[in-house]
């Protein structure tokens, strides 16, 4: 499984684009990236998922740069209800040969700040 | 309505009482799991289920046990509890080809005293 690492916390104002950077420096050909968003005592819920270059849903938008060693997940124009834990996981969506393993880690805490 | 249910929401118990936390999901997903979180420490995979009868350990498997005897249930036993298996539990299920696509239930919150 490849390691990925986050900042550990982020804060923003109402209003602005929030960029979470996640490096996955050990990313395998065959791995995927994929994001996930956590509010507070909830389950986390997945927002967006890509391989390469870029993917926008009506959510976020990724940016995966050509080496893949590192991606980023953009949120526009955040509101107060953008506030949660965003999650970024590396590894083989289809797992034939390897892990069905999935590791979460801690993940990014952004705040949104009136 | 696509969901995940857990059973309890919460639940407040004493050292080595057994319990059972169910999870039931109504997708047809062949991929089930378990995790746990924890200030500080994130989320961490217990258990997970490939399909009927095949369970693996994940992260943090040690004082706990599931069973997959049925593809839409995936319940997670704890035989003798203690304080440290306090914490915020979550079950997940998914599609064999897609699980990092998953659907998560609402959470347990369980106190073990």
């Known amino acids: 499984l490849a390691k990925t690492t986050q900042p550990i916390s982020m804060d923003s104002y109402e209003g602005q684009e929030v960029n979470i950077t996640c490096s996955h420096n050990n990313i395998a050909t065959n791995d995927y990236i994929t994001w996930y968003q956590q509010f507070p005592s909830q389950g986390p819920r997945f927002i967006i998922q890509g391989y390469k270059t870029k993917v926008t849903n009506e959510v976020a938008s990724l940016f995966i740069p050509a080496d893949r060693k590192s991606s980023t997940l953009s949120l526009p124009r955040v509101s107060l209800s953008d506030t949660a834990v965003y999650y970024c996981?590396?590894?083989?969506?289809?797992?034939?040969?390897?892990?069905?393993?999935?590791?979460f880690g801690k993940g990014t805490k952004l705040s949104v700040i009136p | 309505e696509a969901q995940v249910t857990q059973n309890p929401r919460y639940l407040i118990t004493v050292t080595g009482k057994k319990l059972t936390v169910t999870c039931s999901q109504n997708m047809n997903h062949e991929y089930m799991s378990w995790y746990r979180q924890d200030p500080g420490l994130g989320l961490r995979q217990i258990y997970y289920s490939m399909n009927v009868e095949v369970t693996d350990k994940g992260d943090v498997p040690e004082g706990y046990k599931v069973s997959r005897k049925e593809k839409r249930n995936f319940p997670l036993i704890l035989e003798s509890p203690s304080p440290n298996q306090t914490s915020l539990y979550f079950c997940a299920s998914a599609y064999h080809g897609t699980i990092y696509e998953q659907y998560f239930g609402p959470g347990t919150r369980l106190t073990v005293t």
């Open positions: 996981l590396v590894g083989d969506l289809y797992s034939g040969a390897g892990s069905y393993q999935l590791t």
